[in-house]
């Protein structure tokens, strides 16, 4: 893989030292990193998925809403990032990849380089109060 913008970079080293789940992706929804709580929620090891597409991440945890009804990608507040540059919030139901549902809240945003260049976007997302 080509050497990371230095923003991506520093996005990483800031997620990996957060308390906080955090899911970075580049400008076409490859998973670029996801921090330790991250891997505990969503029972998965970067270190062992790696890059991952978009259309995985966006469906593999079968995201729904609290009926039960399946959430389209593009209703999932990182992927309403990527397609619109605008920071994005929502709730949702996963099941992880240890077979367990959990609610989860998500505030994403873009990443900005420079000139003016995007560079993809970071999810932070946590265990409602509810899970």
């Known amino acids: ?3 990371q913008p230095i923003e991506l970079i520093l ?6 030292s957060m308390s906080v789940a955090v899911f970075i992706v580049d400008p076409e ?3 670029l990193f996801c921090n330790e709580p991250a891997e505990e929620i969503l029972g998965i090891r970067y270190a ?3 890059v991952m597409a978009m259309e995985d991440w966006a469906s593999g945890f079968t995201p729904t809403d609290s009926q039960g009804s399946p959430i389209p990608p593009e209703e999932i507040p990182l992927v309403q990032t990527l397609h619109t540059k605008m920071p994005a919030h929502g709730s949702l139901y996963i099941y992880n990849r240890n ?3 959990v609610q989860i809240t998500v505030t994403s945003i873009p990443v900005q380089g420079r000139p003016d260049k995007y560079l ?3 999810a932070f997302f946590w265990k409602s109060p509810t899970s």
Do not use: H, I, S, Y
């Not at 996005?11 to 990996?16: E, G, I, P, V």
């Open 1 to 3: 893989m080509a050497q």
């Open 11 to 16: 996005a990483r080293q800031f997620a990996d």
């Open 29 to 31: 929804g490859f998973l």
């Open 48 to 50: 062992e998925t790696g």
């Open 99 to 101: 077979g367990e549902q």
């Open 120 to 122: 993809g976007a970071m």
